[in-house]
């Protein structure tokens, strides 16, 4: 073996070698991972079981019948509800908004939710109450960048939450 073959195989051997130790080190992270981890955060503050990633529902948090439904809100980043068969949260921030962002968002309204009166007190918390609510047991979202610049967010409960009466755990 010639002196720049022997030269261009080390080099592809460390090359290959640093792949290997990097990419076991750093193993893939689902990419629905943060909004299943935030969730599951929130609901064993409560005592609430953990809630599960489902592939349909969120495949309809994505496209719902024909329409793309995150995806159609990509011109306008409007904050409406998709009035299907699930619970759900809405979410828009600027630049790259994680999941697990938008979940947290919605636990800022924890404070707003008086478990005595089972009420929101001053302000909403309907979104909260949903992200624990202990019979949605499964939960779809998916994320769509707006034109403007924001990143519109939705997650998808089944069973949904939020009766009127029921509390959520």
């Not at 409560?46 to 994505?62: H, M, R, S």
């Not at 909260?128 to 967010?153: D, E, I, L, P």
Request: charged fraction near 20%; include cysteine.
């Amino acid at each position: 073996m010639g002196a720049i073959n022997k030269l261009l195989f080390g080099i592809f051997s460390i090359a290959l070698i640093l792949r290997t130790h990097v990419s076991q080190a750093r193993p893939n992270k689902e990419p629905h991972q943060d909004f299943i981890d935030e969730h599951n955060r929130a609901r064993a503050e409560v005592g609430v079981g953990p809630i599960k990633w489902n592939d349909t529902v969120a495949a309809y948090a994505q496209c719902t019948n024909t329409q793309k439904y995150a995806d159609s809100k990509i011109e306008t980043c409007e904050m409406v509800h998709s009035q299907g068969p699930y619970g759900e949260n809405l979410a828009e921030g600027y630049g790259e908004m994680t999941g697990g962002q938008a979940v947290k968002f919605w636990v800022t309204e924890k404070p707003n939710y008086d478990y005595a009166s089972n009420t929101c007190v001053g302000d909403v918390c309907g979104h909260y109450t949903q992200v624990v609510w202990r019979n949605s047991t499964h939960v779809g979202c998916a994320r769509a960048k707006c034109k403007n610049g924001w990143m519109f967010v939705i997650c998808s409960y089944y069973p949904p939450g939020n009766y009127v009466g029921e509390r959520p755990y």
